[in-house]
């Protein structure tokens, strides 16, 4: 707005000295004649003999024209110079605000890493050419950088290169920044190669358990809209108390910790979500939102208080693993063509959930791959087989801990 006006004001002042030069030029030519139009006067063309006299009033009209011009620019100039001033300290405002305002210290560990090219701690998983221990930096360093658009966090990183830590060191280091929470990010794979889905680890402890389940299901929740199936969050235990390491020293530390394992690396339908630098990215960029949602944070903005995160942080008991495979584990078939046995399969499992199912047409040799447990207490599929290969059918039904239970046809 003021670019046009101001771009206006140099046109005026343009046109009037230009037919202030052609009408000098005119009269010392005699030709008597302005042939210039003053668009702002609205005059037309004078007289031959009204030129020296139309010109001196043109004269005087222009210079206070000049005068006008000069006054407005310097006013203009002020005002712009004050508007910049009043921008700056409302920038300033802004800054100190966001440096004040309370924040979550939160530790990004990027999992595993070091030179080493044969320590499984130091590359962690091995597929596709690539390790797991290069992956979960892309997805710590696009976490970071997206969390760092939020007003009320300060990231720190285990780790921001290849550099290896021991997981005793990685607690240290948050405990060392006085963290209110450690992250650890990883991707996943199975023995079998058959699994496949996000799962959270968190300890199985009062508020450590809280505070790892409540941000665990934020996470697990974006990275579930973002297309991987959820397994949960689960606690594992050990000899001495929560089974994996990281876990247990942050917890010593009196930190809470949670292991988020996005994805199965040997798996394709995982890999596809995961196999580019944008894909890891996103990855880093839904854990950002998940953290962002648990704990209130507003993006561009510093809030002046830090909400209580959502769920609120109530002790809770343990929160024991589960030990125990489905139960009540049956299928029914049924033939509707001599190629084709139409199943459906029951399970319970009270103490977790039920998350995928397979099959074996040889007698158990061999498993096709899991599927995902896509219903209540039964899911029903359909598989090619003839009346004379039933006897190599063979059904299973897998919890969110893994445990797998074969059923009986009924
Ligand atoms: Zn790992």
Same mark, same amino acid.
């Given at each position: 707005m003021a670019k046009r006006k101001k771009r206006q004001k140099r046109i005026r002042f343009w046109k009037a000295f230009v037919f202030l030069l052609l009408a000098v030029l005119a009269g010392t030519a005699a030709f008597g004649i302005c042939r210039i139009k003053s668009g702002e006067s609205g005059e037309g063309r004078p007289g031959r003999d009204a030129g020296p006299a139309v010109l001196q009033g043109a004269g005087e009209r222009l210079a206070a024209a000049a005068q006008d011009a000069q006054a407005e620019r310097q006013e203009q100039a002020e005002q712009e110079a004050q508007a910049e001033r009043? $921008? =700056?300290? !409302? #920038? /300033? /405002?802004? =800054?100190?605000?966001w440096e004040e305002a309370p924040k979550l210290r939160i530790v990004l560990d990027p999992g595993h890493g070091g030179p080493g090219t044969t320590d499984e701690q130091e590359l962690?998983? !091995?597929?596709?050419? *690539?390790y797991e221990k290069y992956l979960t930096l892309v997805i710590a360093k696009a976490l970071g950088e997206e969390l760092s658009c939020y007003g009320n966090v300060e990231i720190f990183y285990t780790r921001k290169d290849d550099t290896a830590m021991t997981l005793k060191e990685r607690a240290a280091y948050a405990a060392s920044v006085d963290a209110d929470i450690l992250v650890s990010l990883h991707l996943n794979a199975s023995k079998e190669h058959n699994l496949f889905g996000s799962e959270v680890f968190v300890s199985a402890y009062d508020r450590y358990y809280a505070q790892g389940a409540g941000l665990g299901e934020q996470i697990l929740g974006e990275l579930a809209d973002y297309g991987f199936a959820s397994k949960g969050v689960k606690t594992r235990l050990g000899s001495h108390g929560d089974y994996y390491g990281i876990i247990r020293e942050c917890k010593s530390l009196g930190i809470p910790a949670l292991i988020v394992e996005h994805g199965y690396m040997d798996e394709d339908r995982d890999w596809e979500r995961m196999d580019s630098a944008e894909k890891l990215w996103e990855l880093g960029r839904r854990d950002a939102e998940g953290i962002a949602a648990y704990f209130g944070l507003e993006k561009g903005k510093a809030l002046a208080e830090l909400p209580e995160p959502e769920p609120a942080l109530p002790s809770q008991p343990l929160m024991p693993p589960d030990t125990t495979p489905p139960e009540d584990v049956w299928y029914t078939a049924s033939r509707e063509d001599p190629d084709t046995l139409e199943i459906t399969l029951y399970a319970k499992d009270p103490e977790s959930r039920l998350m995928y199912y397979d099959y074996s047409l040889d007698g158990g040799d061999t498993y096709q791959r899991a599927e995902l447990w896509a219903g209540g207490e039964s899911v029903s599929f359909s598989v090619t087989l003839s /009346? $004379? #290969? $039933? *006897?190599g059918l063979r059904v299973r039904a897998y919890n969110t801990y893994e445990l797998r239970t074969e059923a009986k046809k009924r």
């Amino acid at each position: 707005m003021a670019k046009r006006k101001k771009r206006q004001k140099r046109i005026r002042f343009w046109k009037a000295f230009v037919f202030l030069l052609l009408a000098v030029l005119a009269g010392t030519a005699a030709f008597g004649i302005c042939r210039i139009k003053s668009g702002e006067s609205g005059e037309g063309r004078p007289g031959r003999d009204a030129g020296p006299a139309v010109l001196q009033g043109a004269g005087e009209r222009l210079a206070a024209a000049a005068q006008d011009a000069q006054a407005e620019r310097q006013e203009q100039a002020e005002q712009e110079a004050q508007a910049e001033r009043q $921008e =700056q300290a !409302v #920038q /300033e /405002e802004m =800054q100190k605000a966001w440096e004040e305002a309370p924040k979550l210290r939160i530790v990004l560990d990027p999992g595993h890493g070091g030179p080493g090219t044969t320590d499984e701690q130091e590359l962690g998983a !091995v597929f596709r050419g *690539t390790y797991e221990k290069y992956l979960t930096l892309v997805i710590a360093k696009a976490l970071g950088e997206e969390l760092s658009c939020y007003g009320n966090v300060e990231i720190f990183y285990t780790r921001k290169d290849d550099t290896a830590m021991t997981l005793k060191e990685r607690a240290a280091y948050a405990a060392s920044v006085d963290a209110d929470i450690l992250v650890s990010l990883h991707l996943n794979a199975s023995k079998e190669h058959n699994l496949f889905g996000s799962e959270v680890f968190v300890s199985a402890y009062d508020r450590y358990y809280a505070q790892g389940a409540g941000l665990g299901e934020q996470i697990l929740g974006e990275l579930a809209d973002y297309g991987f199936a959820s397994k949960g969050v689960k606690t594992r235990l050990g000899s001495h108390g929560d089974y994996y390491g990281i876990i247990r020293e942050c917890k010593s530390l009196g930190i809470p910790a949670l292991i988020v394992e996005h994805g199965y690396m040997d798996e394709d339908r995982d890999w596809e979500r995961m196999d580019s630098a944008e894909k890891l990215w996103e990855l880093g960029r839904r854990d950002a939102e998940g953290i962002a949602a648990y704990f209130g944070l507003e993006k561009g903005k510093a809030l002046a208080e830090l909400p209580e995160p959502e769920p609120a942080l109530p002790s809770q008991p343990l929160m024991p693993p589960d030990t125990t495979p489905p139960e009540d584990v049956w299928y029914t078939a049924s033939r509707e063509d001599p190629d084709t046995l139409e199943i459906t399969l029951y399970a319970k499992d009270p103490e977790s959930r039920l998350m995928y199912y397979d099959y074996s047409l040889d007698g158990g040799d061999t498993y096709q791959r899991a599927e995902l447990w896509a219903g209540g207490e039964s899911v029903s599929f359909s598989v090619t087989l003839s /009346e $004379e #290969q $039933e *006897t190599g059918l063979r059904v299973r039904a897998y919890n969110t801990y893994e445990l797998r239970t074969e059923a009986k046809k009924r």
